[in-house]
T-cell receptor, first 116, second 114 residues
């Protein structure tokens, strides 16, 4: 079964500094990887995904993530954090198998706090 | 991307009652998913709802407690039955956007059981 680890509970970063949110995964075969963001009292918003191709994927709001197959990681990054980036971030993975289902496995989530 | 709406957005209910949550997708989708997010926790899949067949429930979730309807390709309901305070959570529905690999989520229903 697929699983995701987000090792940190909270990530604190000063506004304007680089932001990194870590994610490692476990899945049989090649993965589909996703990042979602949840603002207070809101649902999940899709940020970006890795399906195939270039290991560096770019998404919404200036975020990007790098797929590293050897380290089974998919860390989320932003070069310069904004106070408005303060939110809960979820990494998710599912297997690519055509015969599997589309069940997504989510990490526990990381609270990002951007300090003005 | 799919646009997904849910009703109600929030509710406060008494122990022992039931609440039905509605989910509407702006396009036809084969699969819809229902998740629970308990306070301070990640998302847990409750069940997968396919149109024209019974929902498939994950371990720990049963149809008597969480009956699901899927009458057509754009709509689904989740009922939380015989509620207790432990059912206080955010309930989210999700669907892929027509052929897309990406699941999109509704805004969630915040349920408080007293």
């Amino acid at each position: 079964a697929q699983s995701v680890a987000q090792p940190e509970d909270q990530v604190n970063v000063a506004e304007g500094n680089p932001l990194t949110v870590k994610c490692t995964y476990s899945v049989s075969g090649n993965p589909y990887l996703f990042w979602y963001v949840q603002y207070p009292n809101r649902g999940l918003q899709f940020l970006l995904k890795y399906i195939t191709g270039d290991n560096l994927v770019k998404g919404s709001y200036g975020f990007e993530a790098e797929f590293n197959k050897s380290q089974t990681s998919f860390h989320l990054k932003k070069p310069s954090a904004l106070v408005s980036d303060s939110a809960l971030y979820f990494c998710a993975v599912r297997a690519r198998s055509y015969y599997g289902n589309n069940r997504l496995a989510f990490g526990k989530g990381n609270q990002v706090v951007v300090i003005p | 991307s799919a646009v997904i709406s849910q009703k109600p957005s929030r509710d406060i209910c008494q122990r022992g009652t039931s609440l039905t949550i509605q989910c509407q997708v702006d396009s036809q989708v084969t699969m819809m998913f229902w998740y629970r997010q308990q306070p301070g926790q990640s998302l847990t899949l409750i069940a997968t709802a396919n149109q024209g067949s019974e929902a498939t429930y994950e371990s720990g979730f049963v149809i008597d407690k969480f009956p699901i309807s899927r009458p057509n390709l754009t709509f689904s309901t989740l009922t939380v039955s015989n509620m207790s305070p432990e059912d206080s959570s955010i309930y989210l529905c999700s669907a892929p956007s027509g052929g897309s690999d990406t699941q999109y989520f509704g805004p969630g229903t915040r349920l408080t059981v007293l």
